[in-house]
């Protein structure tokens, strides 16, 4: 079974950086597509960005760009979400979720951790 395990998130002024981790286990993960998610007070979910786990390929919603950076670790078992630039639309909870990279329907999903950008 899929576990994911977000951290990294809090509280941060406009401009600003963060980094939200997303520890995985119970699989091995190179036929995994990761993603990661966010959901701000009113909105729907939303797509920001994913990695092919084994060949590395990542994906990046125009939104965010230029400004975030997704990225893993093999050894820690890990994807990351470097943030730049923040600004409050980024306001948000984020989920990072996994899903086979043949299917598309994510199928398992962290408990989600608060990026909050203060202007």
């Known amino acids: 079974q899929v576990q994911l395990v977000e951290s990294g998130g809090g509280l941060v002024q406009a401009g600003g950086s963060l980094r939200l981790s997303c520890a995985a286990s119970?699989?091995?993960?190179?036929?995994?597509?990761i993603g990661w998610f966010r959901q701000a007070p009113g909105k729907g979910r939303e797509f920001v960005a994913g990695?092919?786990?084994?060949?590395?390929?990542?994906y990046h919603a125009d939104s965010v760009k230029g400004r975030f950076t997704i990225s893993r670790d093999n050894a820690k078992n890990t994807v990351y979400l470097q943030m730049n630039s923040l600004n409050s639309e980024d306001t948000a909870v984020y989920y990072c979720?996994?899903?086979?990279?043949?299917?598309?329907?994510?199928?398992?999903w962290g408990q989600g951790t608060q990026v909050t950008v203060s202007s």
């Open positions: 990695i092919n786990w084994g060949a590395g390929s990542t």
């Open positions: 119970g699989r091995t993960f190179s036929n995994y597509y």
């Open positions: 979720a996994a899903r086979l990279a043949t299917l598309i329907k994510y199928d398992s």
